[in-house]
């Protein structure tokens, strides 16, 4: 067992991967982290699905099998196989832990980001074809997509909320699961079988804006490598205190579960940054951090748990947005910028993986 990595857990953090593929299912790998790496999830989005695809030979009895498929049921039967497959491997801990770990997220097609029906159809699909309680459906925290998220909590379905960036789009994502929570209510959902995480992303901020800094030069760059762990240590406080609303009080006696912050992009970037800095400086209870194999290994190895790291820190992380805006960098801008581009590669990844799925569906 690692140690540092159940220390993490220990402070709250709930430890998932940020990966999944056939082989890693199939070869033992992921009930390894399991076992000995205090993982209790997972996370998939179409990038992951692209690279894991592109290794064709786990998957290539299953293409066999889907030759008269169109290319998008075909991606889709391949992806859901896998998600499928990982839910099992976690059944113990989702049974643990009541529901809160043991997930396994998929992401709705890219394409449907701006599409806000057409999420919502496909999020229940997706659902329905894995079947296993452990799902979380992925929906992009878009304009489009908020209300998508508010139907799919209300028919039951639980909801990992993702590509958030800013402060402003994290509140109404907690408006809009809340709103989701009470239609399921009105529609005689149990609330307490609903879980949901708040993906908000850490590292690609820092890249977009000490890109920006950079070019301002002088005394600004002083403050580069410093926004993105003040953007989610303030993300923070903002789930904080939307538990102290009376409208949330009025949602947990009915049995509701909060809605976790989950921090993503937590692969650092720049090399002259420590490599467990987007888990170390982001300890608190009730999170969670996704992180990709190299950031797990390297946090088992190295990483430093602190106890909580966050809520001390609100103060300074004002201070340094502040400071940020002084310089000349529009933080509002920024987040705009990252949503758009994230909307964009994964839109890029799922053509990719189209292109993938064409090709063996061809070759089978």
């Given at each position: ?18 990966d999944?593929?056939?082989e ?41 099998t ?14 859901t ?26 992401e ?27 799902v ?26 993702t ?38 992303f ?13 070019a301002?030069?002088?005394?600004a ?13 303030l993300?923070?406080?903002?789930y ?14 009915a ?29 608190a ?12 290994l ?67």
């Amino acid at each position: 067992m690692s140690e540092n990595l159940k220390k993490l857990s220990d402070a709250g953090v709930s430890v998932w991967l940020d990966d999944l593929s056939r082989e890693r299912i199939t070869g033992g790998g992921l009930v390894d982290l399991i076992k000995a790496s205090s993982v209790v999830g997972v996370t998939t989005n179409p990038t992951i699905f692209a690279a894991a695809l592109a290794d064709g030979e786990s998957y290539a009895e299953q293409v066999k099998t889907l030759v008269d498929k169109s290319v998008d049921e075909a991606i889709t039967a391949l992806t859901t196989e896998d998600v499928r497959n990982a839910c099992d491997l976690f059944s113990d801990t989702f049974a643990a832990t009541g529901g809160k770990d043991g997930r396994v997220s998929i992401e709705v097609s890219p394409a449907l980001a701006r599409d806000t029906e057409g999420t919502i159809a496909q999020a229940k699909e997706l659902a329905a074809l894995v079947g296993k309680p452990e799902v979380l459906i992925k929906i992009p925290a878009t304009k489009e997509g908020l209300p998508a998220i508010t139907e799919v909590i209300g028919s039951g379905i639980s909801v990992n909320v993702t590509l958030i960036f800013s402060l402003d789009r994290y509140q109404e994502v907690i408006d809009a699961y809340e709103a989701g929570l009470e239609k399921a209510l009105a529609n005689g959902e149990d609330l307490s079988k609903i879980q949901s995480v708040a993906s908000f992303f850490v590292s690609r901020v820092d890249s977009e804006v000490d890109k920006r800094l950079d070019a301002i030069g002088a005394d600004a760059t002083k403050l580069k490598g410093k926004t993105a762990v003040a953007n989610a240590r303030l993300a923070y406080e903002v789930y904080e205190k939307s538990l102290q609303t009376d409208r949330w009080r009025t949602l947990a006696d009915a049995g509701a579960n909060p809605q976790r912050p989950l921090w993503a992009s937590t692969g650092v970037k720049n090399p002259d940054y420590s490599d467990t800095m987007y888990v170390a400086e982001l300890i608190a209870p009730n999170t969670v951090n996704t992180m990709p194999e190299k950031t797990l290994l390297a946090f088992a190895d190295h990483g430093e748990v602190a106890g909580d790291t966050i809520t001390a820190n609100y103060d300074d992380a004002r201070a340094v947005l502040a400071a940020i805006a002084e310089a000349g960098v529009d933080l509002a801008d920024v987040t705009q910028v990252l949503e758009d581009e994230g909307v964009q590669k994964f839109d890029d990844s799922w053509q990719e993986l189209t292109e993938t799925v064409k090709t063996a569906l061809g070759a089978a």
